[in-house]
């Protein structure tokens, strides 16, 4: 189990000076004796919370920067009545998330809280639809949230603030889950209510030790407020730079082993970079790397979103993750960068079982009504539809070593019911090199290193 912090000791995990930190004014109102529902003993449990803690109540609101940022702080206080939500409680998240909009500030959620609060029945559990109409009401402002994950975060707090941020990290160790300890089934995995699983479950973003979160947090902030201009310009291709002579040519290059992936892509595209892992459904998928990263050129130093394909077969989990990377980008005015290097859409019966088809519905929808340019550049193997849903119309680009293809030769010629030394004319047939896109007007131009330029077309604008 991770180390329990109080809400103070959370807030200055992450500020960038000790006295960085100011308060926002708690907003007034009293209730009757012992609450609304007169709840017998309840302000004796408030008042003994308050001597023990030194709070007024589960959450502490601030105004302080991290990493240079100005940002509004929400902590909660695990020591005044296990951080649960009461009606003061909504009072104070609904004063902060209004401070944010009415500032422009990003706001980070430091949770802890095991849950509502009983000793004040239905009415504190519908503080959950204030803290979720607040959290959407700052989503459509444009402003990021940012959620960190202590020990424990249970029940409505992790069903709002801490699911339902845009990135979501979390502490070692951390007990996380809807089912808080004593409610759960006697015999549920306690396994799989920690920070861990949730991020292999693709609930969670990264699990992130306490000497790396302020660090994290600050690159985060910094990432998602940074003002960003027009569509972000294709990568330079960093493998073979002369035209592939046939199809099949196009397809062994792509599919080569010392073929330049992704990864070498990213880091020769970005300075600084922070990854979003999973589809929030439940599933990850380690072919498809998606983050925001600081991209610099002549033009200056920008984030730009990315979503890259590893050259595996892209899963379900995948192309969910890339649509969320997409809606949140647009939601924050970044543009998008995507690397198309897949064989296909995983085809296996798990695969349909997880919704493959309609997953890449929703990534085809998410680039097709993005709010902010998307530049493509495909690296590899451009594989069917699988590959098609990642590609931006009208933007999209080619290396030399790669190809794009309604169906791969082999079952291209397979469903032609041709012979298999007719695999490379079939290959010549589709028209599937670099150039030939060109020609086709499927690709703006081919992209060469950077010493080089492009073939054709001058950068995307």
Known sequence: MTERFSAREAVALV??????????????????????????????????????????ESVVCAAATVGGTPTVLIAFEFGF???????????????????????????????????????????????????????ALTREAGLPQIAVLRDPTTGGGWATLGAGADVTLALPGAQVGFAGSRVRPPDADPAAYTAEAQWAAGAVDAVVGEGELRETVALWLGLLTRPSGGAAPAPYALGATGLPATGWDAVLRARSPQHPRAQAYLDDYFTRRAAL??????????????GFGEHTDEHGTRTVAYAAQCGTATRPAGYRTAARLIRLAGRLGIPVLTLVDTP???????????????????????????????????????????????????????TPDSYFSVIAPELAAAILKRPAHEVRPTADQLRIRPQDLVDLGVVRGVRRHSSDGPVTSPPPP
């Open 277 to 290: 892992s999973g589809d929030r459904c439940g599933g990850t998928d380690a072919g498809m790397l998606c």
């Open 81 to 135: 009545l296990g951080g649960s939500l009461g009606e003061r409680t909504g009072d104070r998240l609904e004063a902060a998330y209004t401070y944010a909009r009415e500032h422009r500030l990003p706001v980070v959620s430091l949770v802890a809280t095991g849950g509502s609060r009983m000793q004040e029945g239905m009415l504190a559990l519908t503080q959950l639809q204030r803290v979720a109409r607040q959290s």
């Open 15 to 56: 500020i960038d000076t000790p006295d960085g930190f100011r308060e926002l004014p708690a907003p007034g109102g009293e209730q009757g004796p012992d609450g609304p529902l007169s709840w017998q003993g309840y302000d004796a449990s408030r008042a003994r919370a308050a001597a023990r803690t030194g709070e007024e």
């Open 344 to 398: 296909g859409a995983a085809n296996d019966a798990d695969a349909e079982r997880q919704g493959v088809g309609s997953a890449i519905a929703d990534l085809f929808a998410a680039v097709a009504t993005a709010r902010t340019p998307v530049t493509t550049l495909v690296i590899g193997e451009g594989g069917s539809g699988g590959a098609l849903a990642l590609a931006a119309p009208g933007n999209t680009w080619a």
